[in-house]
């Protein structure tokens, strides 16, 4: 049964890669997830079903448009692989509960807000805000949090308000320092709804990893291109990762003792 589990998981999770990569395409230009179906952004022709199964038709097409031949992103079938494998590794460890259901609900959103943070730097607000109410909705089921149910929800709305203030106080430091912007609104938002669903533990956590793959990407950008880096770089993504791996851990409480 678990087996079986499992395979329905991957499954389960390639379909909805494939649906997030149309909600990371329109979800900027604010048109409809829904309708019209799948098209190619270059000759405007819809896919056919055959030609949208995930990966398989990537492979099968070579990477090409089946009528206009322009080259399909590597994007679409990375983007049904990680949302396949993530659900996967979080059924296989958690099984299937509501806590589950919760986790890879913030685990989607997060892919999503990724790579749109990554093209356009942009989080939009809905991935954050639906965090946030994620968290508190099912902060009676949370395992992060002991108590009865309002403790959690306490604790859950302490998470959010470390990671929204807390960070913002960060942000203002960091751009008061650097005289520039050091994290966008909408990096203290995510901080929010990544604390109402790992509490106000988890916000540090969630920060110090970030800040550090933030800062592995930036010394291997300068590598690669033999200079310093200028430009912004997304900081979604990393906020996303080190929020990931506080997911697969668990932050507890009892886990964050520090002895002096």
Known sequence: MQTLSLVLAGVFGLILGSFFNVCIYRIPQN?????????CPKCNNHIRWYDNIPVLSFLFLRGKCRHCKA????????????TGL??????????????????LTAVYFLI???????????????????????????????P??????????????LGAGVGLFGVLAIALIGTWLFKKEAM?????????GIGSLIGWQGV???????????????????????????????????LSLGALVNFWCLITPSMMVIEF
């Open 112 to 142: 999503i807000l990724s790579v749109i943070d990554l093209q356009l730097m942009i989080i939009p607000d809905r991935f954050s805000l639906g965090m946030i109410v994620l968290g508190v909705a099912f902060a009676w089921c949370n």
């Open 86 to 103: 993530l659900t996967v590794l979080f059924v296989w460890k958690y099984g299937l509960s509501i806590w589950t259901f919760v986790l």
């Open 144 to 157: 992060n949090f002991s108590g009865l149910w309002w403790e959690k929800e306490l604790a859950s709305l």
């Open 31 to 39: 048109k409809s997830i829904v309708w019209p179906g799948s098209f």
């Open 204 to 238: 540090i956590t969630t920060v110090v990893m970030g800040s550090f793959f933030g800062l592995v990407y930036a010394l291997f950008v300068m590598i690669r291109r033999g200079k310093q880096v200028n430009e912004a770089i997304p900081f979604g993504p990393f």
């Open 184 to 192: 966008g609104g909408g990096d203290v938002k995510l901080m929010a």
């Open 71 to 82: 080259p399909i992103s590597w994007q679409y079938p990375l983007v049904e692989l990680l």
